[in-house]
């Protein structure tokens, strides 16, 4: 059984810095290239960040690119985030995604998908 397993959440002032962590098991994670994307309420699910499965190709949403930081270890089968200078427009639920697809940032191109944790920035 697949399970991607966020965790790093919480409630922090703008400007702060966060680090989410995904761990996954049930698959072979250093075959599965893996992204980070974000839902706000009232808003469609969108992407932030995804790394090919050696950790050579990275791309970034333009709304964090600068601020936050994808990153993966293929011996812990995990992915991270990590999230600086904060904005409350960052606010969201964040979830970490996996997918055999190269290159690809589309939500329907991830097989697998993490319950969520939520990332709270106030003014």
């Known amino acids: 059984q697949v399970q991607l397993v966020e965790s790093g959440g919480g409630l922090v002032q703008a400007g702060g810095s966060l680090r989410l962590s995904c761990a996954t098991s049930g698959l072979p994670f250093s075959s599965y290239a893996m992204a980070w994307f974000r839902q706000a309420p009232g808003k469609e699910r969108e992407f932030v960040a995804r790394i090919s499965w050696s950790g050579a190709g990275i791309y970034y949403a333009d709304s964090v690119k600068g601020r936050f930081t994808i990153s993966r270890d293929n011996a812990k089968n995990s992915v991270y985030l990590q999230m600086n200078s904060l904005k409350p427009e960052d606010t969201a639920v964040y979830y970490c995604?996996?997918?055999?697809?190269?290159?690809?940032?589309?939500?329907?191109?991830?097989?697998?998908w993490g319950q969520g944790t939520q990332v709270t920035v106030s003014s």
């Open positions: 995604a996996a997918t055999t697809r190269y290159g690809s940032s589309r939500l329907i191109d991830f097989e697998y």
